[in-house]
């Protein structure tokens, strides 16, 4: 199983919708002011930390923009930022404020959309109704918010998927809700434009990821002055969901456990080796290697770390830990059955099954970029979005081309 290509190499229904490695010269973000002063605990913090509201009503958080042009006063129209996942499907409603901006409403359900996917390469029924479900729920919410401007994408379980396109129609003629099946480079843009702010000071490359439920993205940033400067980046078909899937294997006993990790570390690392040989003389330089890590993998094992009773995003988010510490909960969690994994705090049922694979990618990032730090984020594609359509908006830039790209949602 660990031997076989990854599942997107050979999809059979058209061509892919996008690159999944390639140099990209022209991703570039203003670089905002950092804090000076960080708390000292388990681990150090850079950036503003922020959470979700969960509900209307709920205290809005603000959260650090990267590029977002100042709004002018008065204009305090909600934007929208949707993003349909593999695992996961979370919405994301704030105002601008200034160069940054303000939470008023989000939503965040597991509805295991690529359940299945591996297998059959199809959405399954069951996996469809439940993200319907949701769906529904996210067009009540921009319908109640009266959202400006909105922009909903999906990524890899619909571009993978044979009955993804007639998915996303199903979506806008029951929900409103028009569906973006974005590529995977635009993916990596996104997620670095929602959380790079989050990277520790410093010269030279690092190295940003996304472990997604379907997907994960790494991107090569080096910064450029006040901007960041993304010079290479590699997408590959292994996310939690689907390497789960993909590699299975008995949670019987502790060394039929440790098979299936050691066949997933394989699997993953022999996707990553084009990227890991570009990457190799950056690492060699004089400065320290930094890493930035957006996931709830990272987040989860942060939360560990910590030894948290339950989530919580303001404790995570901007944390800097030492790697060795990710990868030692990494194996531990290797060794622990599934009934066990469940019983630890921050885990739970939805992630009990999922979280080794998320561990399985995450030390094979850190074999190829041995950064000694990790940052975290909890952050990413949907702050992207929201940063891209607030600066659109504020600059007048109503082109056709990225009103297509946007696709207000008419819901």
Known sequence: MAEQSPPDMKRGH???????????????YKRPSR?????????????????????????????QSANVTPIPRGRKQAYAALDLGTNNCRLLIARPSGENFTVIDAFSRVV?????????????????????????????K??????????????????????????????????????????????????????????????????????????????????????????????VPWGVVSLTDTVTGSDDSEDERLDRYR???????DSFKPFAERVREFAKGPHPIRLLGTSGTVTTLASLHLELPQYDRQAVDGLILPAQAMRDISVRLSHMSGVDRRKLPCIGD????????????????????????LGVADRGIREGILRSLMAADATGDRSRAALQRMKEQDV
């Open 142 to 235: 921009l319908r109640r918010r009266h959202v400006h401007l909105a922009r909903s994408v999906a990524t890899e379980a619909c571009r993978r998927a044979s009955n993804g396109e007639a998915f996303i129609e199903r979506v806008r003629r029951e929900t409103g809700i028009v569906l973006d099946i974005i590529s995977a480079q635009e993916e990596a843009r996104l997620a670095v434009l929602g959380c790079h702010i989050l990277l520790e000071d410093g010269e030279g490359p690092a190295v940003i990821f996304d472990i997604g439920g379907g997907s994960t993205e790494l991107v090569l940033v080096e910064p450029s002055g006040a901007v960041p400067r993304i010079i290479d980046w590699m997408s």
């Open 350 to 373: 939805d992630r009990a099954n999922l979280v080794v694979a998320g561990c399985a990618i995450l030390e094979s990032i850190l074999d190829i970029w041995p950064s000694e730090t």
């Open 35 to 63: 804090p000076d002063k960080r708390p000292k605990n388990k681990g150090a913090r850079i950036g503003s930390a922020s959470h979700d509201a969960k509900a209307p009503g709920a205290r809005p958080s603000v959260i």
């Open 112 to 140: 295991r959309l690529g359940e299945g996917l591996a297998a059959s390469g199809r959405l399954s029924d069951e996996s469809m109704d439940r993200t319907l479900a949701a769906l529904h729920v996210c067009a009540e």
């Open 14 to 28: 058209g061509k892919p919708r996008g690159g999944t490695s390639g140099k990209v010269a022209d991703f570039r």
């Open 263 to 269: 066949r997933m570390r394989k699997t993953v690392r």
